[in-house]
């Protein structure tokens, strides 16, 4: 029997999808330009940007760790059990965290992508051909999600979020802290095996 191979979504406009409501608070990003955040590109060069290159999207985790892996981390492979990265680039990252109205963000992960007809290679796919098309389908969908929340390929027991810009209006930047000052930094740099030098 052929392995199950993540394809182009059909037309999920019919479907239910699960969903939730999401705080913008439980959302964290680590940038080095809080003053555009937050920052909705449309570049097609991401994971669940929009293949056609005519919404943006913004990447979220749920915790500082995540949105570490997933920025300073994200191009890094791991050596002898661990990361050694630029004190100078920590020292120009920012934490960004949000407040405002309830996100309404799709669930592509678990049972829900399961019956959708995907796989977690979702998360993890080298090419972004056919992930970016999931994305347009969320995007498109009936139900207006302001976005989806995934597995993240770089800390995979964890949950990321990919938000659509439709969801700016509901969205304000809570102050920006440097990360280096964050303490939620020591415990992500215990955990993953971060060296600043």
Known sequence: MAPIRLKKPRDL?????????????????????PADEP???????????????????CYYGFDTETAI?????????????????????VESRYLVRMSGDDLKLAHLYGASLKRLGATG???????YAITQKWSAEIHGHPDNFDGFIYMSRHLN?????VLFDRARPKLTVAKPVKLIHCAELVYAANLLNIKMI
Request: net charge negative; proline share 3%; with cysteine.
């Open 13 to 33: 406009s019919t479907l239910a999808i699960d969903f939730e409501m999401v705080n913008p608070a439980d959302v964290y990003r680590v940038s080095k330009r």
């Open 39 to 57: 920052n909705f590109r449309s570049s097609k060069g991401n994971r669940f940007d929009d293949p056609k290159g005519v919404y943006g999207t």
């Open 69 to 89: 892996s997933e920025s300073i981390l994200h191009d890094l492979c791991a050596e002898h059990g661990g990361f050694t990265v630029s004190l100078a680039d």
């Open 121 to 127: 290679e979702l998360s993890s796919r080298a090419g």
């Open 157 to 161: 027991d964890r949950k990321a979020t």
